[in-house]
């Protein structure tokens, strides 16, 4: 009866934006007097297409390459498919993930009416996981797009994709959660959780309203042993996909925004601590020299609870609210401090194309999902130690699994003393196994070991 009621309220909605766009109309029941979405479908799929990548991966290295004498086997090639959007008719515009995309040195889109066609890379953006192509085609339809900020957790979605390369394929569910985080520390992340099925080939699809709206690009599951589906998938809001594609087709790469701060999430703790009356929220650790939030008069042990007047709900939102700001614009940060709610105008620094973890960040692996930072005048073991700050540490990144916290101070890395972001790097570049990290923590020494 739910379905049928929620059909009966869509039955009125009809979108006629133009030719390219998919006129959506869904009716209470067919010929047959059966309860559908299927005219919903047939009119949003014709933007949902088939990715097809070719890519080259070395052979396999064997003791024969060595052998003056042996010719090694040439390059071998990889395929592999995935789905994309058509979220611009007239220009052949098509989103995707960027890990559908990241290796390949061939890209082939194909429509549902069997045109396929050679794709060019317009840009990709691995913090956010997606990518931009652009086909050189006519009569292509586009889906009409939503606004992913007027969801709300239970509204009912479609996932389209082609999952295992067995051709279009369709999966229904509600959205399970919103602003979901932490899932890649190295990524600005920003998810719709969905029960809607999305497996493997799905990456890139559509996921849309029963009004037809695309308000998602999927792109991730979680499953257990790598398995299939278990009910617990992920989209990037088409809001923020939409943010990178403008990047993508102006500069070919996504230009972030920088504050210029050391933050953590406002807890209940240092709420009361701070005297703070808000829920959400990120607190300032410390403030980077001559960086906009110095400038603006930003303090260590400041709140910060809005960015142009839009809550901000921890350390990982206020990342994402800046990071996909573009250098030099002008935000609003409106910020607690002594119990008094401030607000200061702060214009952005240039901070790189890079992802959150990556950028000051080193030792790829053993230090993914950290960041790093010069300890300066505004960390308390200024002047009495040298070592790096960890600025910001992803929960549950092999370094937290190992004891390290925002705030500690690395002295030395293998008992080599450690000055500059530099050193770490020099360091851990030419080391292997485990890694032993001297921290400096509330005016302790401890001794933290990261094992392979």
Do not use: C
């Not at 606004?147 to 239970?154: F, H, T, Y």
């Not at 996932?159 to 509600?174: E, K």
């Not at 088409?238 to 210029?260: P, S, W, Y």
């Not at 990982?316 to 401030?342: Q, S």
């Amino acid at each position: 009866m739910l379905l049928r009621s929620l059909l009966i309220l869509f039955m009125s909605l009809g979108i006629a934006v133009g030719p390219s766009v998919a006129q959506v109309t869904t009716a209470e029941s067919d010929a047959r007097g059966i309860p559908t979405i299927a005219p919903l479908i047939d009119a949003v799929d014709d933007a949902v297409v088939n990715i097809a990548v070719v890519s080259e991966r070395a052979a396999q290295s064997t003791p024969l390459f060595r052998d003056p004498f042996f010719q090694p086997f040439p390059p071998q090639r990889q395929l592999s498919a995935g789905s994309g959007v058509i979220v611009d008719a007239r220009d052949g515009y098509v989103l995707t993930n960027n890990h559908v995309v990241e290796n390949a040195d061939e890209i082939r889109v194909t429509l549902r009416d069997k045109r396929s066609f050679d794709a060019e890379l317009v840009g990709r953006d691995p913090a956010t996981d997606i990518a931009l192509l652009r086909i050189e085609a006519d009569n292509l339809t586009e889906v009409p797009l939503g606004d992913s900020e007027d969801l709300l957790v239970g509204d009912f979605v479609v996932a389209i994709g082609n999952p295992f390369g067995l051709g279009q394929t369709v999966t229904s569910g509600i959205i399970s959660a919103l602003g979901r985080s932490g899932i890649n520390p190295e990524a600005y992340e920003d998810f719709i959780q969905t029960d809607a099925s999305i497996n493997p080939g799905n990456s890139g699809g559509a996921l849309i309203t029963l009004d037809g709206k695309l308000i998602g690009i999927n792109t991730a599951i979680i499953a257990p042993n790598g398995g299939g589906n278990v009910g617990i998938g992920f989209a990037v809001p088409i809001n923020m996909a939409l943010t990178v594609k403008d990047q993508l087709v102006e500069f070919g790469e996504v230009q972030r925004g920088r504050l210029g701060v050391i933050i953590r999430d406002l807890t209940h703790d240092l709420a009361l601590a701070l005297g703070v009356e808000a829920e959400t929220g990120a607190v300032i650790s410390s403030v980077e020299p001559d960086t906009p939030a110095d400038r603006a008069g930003l303090e260590a042990g400041d709140a910060i609870v809005a960015v142009d007047g839009a809550a901000v709900e921890g350390s990982a939102d206020l990342r994402k609210k800046v990071g996909l700001r573009r250098p030099d614009d002008e935000v609003e940060i409106t910020y607690i401090r002594d119990g008094v709610r401030k607000t200061a105008d702060v214009r952005l620094a240039d901070g790189g194309t890079t992802s959150p973890a990556t950028r000051d960040s080193i030792g790829g692996e053993a230090l993914a999902g950290v960041q790093l930072a010069p300890l300066d005048r505004s960390h308390p073991a200024w002047g009495s130690i040298e070592g790096v700050v960890v600025s910001e540490i992803a929960p549950g990144s092999r370094a937290a699994r190992a004891g390290l916290e925002a705030g500690d101070v690395i002295t030395a890395v293998n008992r080599q003393p450690v000055v500059t972001v530099r050193d770490v790097d020099r360091i851990l570049r030419d080391t292997q196994g485990a890694i032993a990290l001297t921290v400096v923590r509330d005016g302790r020494l401890m001794l933290i070991v990261l094992r392979s």
